[in-house]
């Protein structure tokens, strides 16, 4: 009986046979001629793999990491996409498909979001960021540029831009909040943080108010209430617009004298 050359020890079937089938390539990693890959992946376009195939696939993945792909290696892919013909077809098919359409809110939504997110902001807003460091509007903008940014800023501010600003606040100090929840039981219409403009378009942000009332409920905590002068000032002028004021200091009284300071000036 006529053995195998590969060594593997097994007869052939014909003796006209050198190999069993299939261990001629034993050891050998033969590429693919171009020719059988063109067949290949023109026979595999528009089909789906099987479930089988998907199951095998993962299984021979166990154990197996990636090798981490560094961002000059990400840049150079993403340009060598888009330096592709199929790319510059893909990308005018689909402008002539929305031409003269509009994003919906979420389209917009997530074209921000992945733009954002992408590599190339990434290392744009970076190199932003290193050439503006250290260096002030002046020396970016120009002595007459960044002093007008600077006035359309405080003019923003001023009129009404810090009570909008203040009104995205989420964190207020943990007495303001349990101060808000007592009044919040008794008087539904309480707001927290309400953001107040007045008729000069200045802008303040109470810390709680009952608008109904008209009644602004402060908490005075000893770090961030030392200007007493800017407190009383703007106390002054939100209560020439109307509203009456309640100051607690240091500490949240208990329920029943909240109500009845707030019920007493609702009875004047």
Not at 12 to 37: A, F, L, M
Not at 111 to 133: D, F, G, Y
Not at 166 to 174: D, L, N, Y
């Amino acid at each position: 009986m006529k053995l195998c050359e590969c060594g593997c020890g097994q007869g052939v079937i014909k003796e006209s046979n050198k190999y069993i089938n299939g261990h001629n390539r034993k050891g050998k990693k033969q590429p693919c001629k171009d020719e059988t890959k063109n067949k290949i992946s023109l026979a595999l376009i528009g089909k789906s793999k099987s479930e089988k195939h998907k199951i095998n696939m993962s299984k021979g993945m166990i154990g197996k990491k990636k090798s981490p792909r560094t961002e000059e290696h990400k840049i150079n892919n993403s340009k060598s996409l888009r330096e592709g013909s199929n790319f510059e077809k893909r990308n005018k098919a689909i402008s002539l498909a929305l031409t003269g359409k509009n994003h919906s809110k979420q389209s917009k939504i997530n074209n921000s979001l992945s733009h954002k997110n992408s590599i190339a902001n990434q290392i744009h807003v970076r190199h932003l960021h290193e050439e503006r460091k250290g260096k002030t509007l002046e020396v970016l903008l120009g002595i007459d540029r960044a002093k007008e940014l600077r006035e359309e800023s405080r003019n923003r501010m001023v009129n009404g831009g810090s009570c909008h600003a203040a009104s995205f606040i989420k964190s207020p100090s943990k007495p303001q909040k349990k101060l808000y929840e007592i009044i919040k039981e008794e008087f539904n219409s309480a707001e927290l943080n309400f953001p107040l403009i007045l008729d000069s378009g200045r802008g303040y942000n109470l810390d709680i108010a009952i608008p109904e009332y008209k009644i602004a409920i402060e908490y005075d905590g000893s770090y961030w209430h030392k200007n007493k002068e800017k407190d009383l000032k703007r106390q002054k002028e939100c209560e020439d617009y109307g509203f009456k004021f309640i100051r607690y200091k240091d500490s949240v009284p208990l329920r029943e004298c909240i109500i009845n300071d707030i019920q007493k000036i609702i009875n004047v």
